[in-house]
């Protein structure tokens, strides 16, 4: 079975600043997609960002990109410029293509907190 | 619909009352899944439909849950004789067919059982 593993609990960042979300995961698998999601207090979980393994090309959406790296089996989340409306607790998961819809397994998150 | 909707938004429920919760997916979305977050936590995978039938219900934390999905369509978990441990945010999420698209979420139902 796969598993998502995000180590830290909680981050702090300056408005205006860069911060990097860690995020590991573990299977044997050698194609799958990797998503991050956001879910601020709303409860609404917002899809971020996606990125597929067989592309060796970091994934990038405006002020998010990722640092994907295969053979460490990491993906981390950069937010550039972060802004007071990125607060937010961030899920990292991961989607395996076997299977006609295969479940997403989630990390426990990480508490984002931005400094005015 | 546009989006994923789920209701009620909240519910408070006495200890050893059933619950419904409801959720409808985007139109078109053939799968459908239904995940548990406790304070704090993150995400536990409950069910997941692939039009109605449920291919996966490994998640189910006990025979007191149970789920259905009619018309490939609304799909409503149902927990019967409430504990406070299932008090959690309900989180409902729909997908289109294929590995590569991401969930589009409800805005769950906050359970609350006193």
């Known amino acids: 079975a796969q598993t998502v593993t995000q180590s830290q609990p909680e981050m702090s960042v300056q408005e205006a600043e860069t911060v990097t979300l860690s995020c590991t995961y573990d299977?044997?698998?050698?194609?799958?997609?990797l998503f991050w999601y956001k879910q601020p207090p709303s409860r609404q979980m917002i899809l971020v960002i996606r990125?597929?393994?067989?592309?060796?090309q970091n994934a990038t959406e405006n002020r998010f990109s990722v640092n994907f790296q295969k053979a460490a089996k990491s993906f981390s989340l950069k937010i550039s410029d972060s802004q007071l409306g990125d607060a937010a607790m961030y899920f990292c998961a991961y989607r395996s293509v076997l299977g006609a819809n295969s479940k997403l397994t989630f990390g426990k998150g990480i508490t984002l907190s931005v400094r005015p | 619909g546009a989006g994923v909707s789920q209701s009620p938004s909240n519910k408070v429920t006495e200890k050893g009352k059933d619950v419904e919760l409801r959720c409808d997916p985007i139109?078109?979305?053939?799968?459908l899944y239904w995940y548990r977050q406790s304070l704090g936590q993150g995400l536990e995978f409950l069910i997941y439909?692939?039009?109605?039938?449920?291919?996966?219900k490994s998640g189910l934390p006990s025979d007191r849950f149970s789920a259905e999905r009619t018309g490939g369509s609304v799909s409503t978990l149902t927990i019967q004789r409430t504990q406070q441990e299932d008090s959690a945010v309900y989180l409902c999420?729909?997908?289109?067919?294929?590995?590569?698209?991401?969930?589009?979420f409800g805005s769950g139902t906050r359970l609350t059982v006193v």
């Open positions: 299977t044997s698998e050698s194609d799958y997609y």
């Open positions: 990125q597929e393994a067989y592309k060796q």
């Open positions: 439909f692939q039009g109605n039938s449920a291919p996966d």
């Open positions: 999420a729909s997908s289109p067919p294929g590995q590569r698209y991401g969930y589009t």
């Open positions: 139109s078109g979305h053939t799968a």
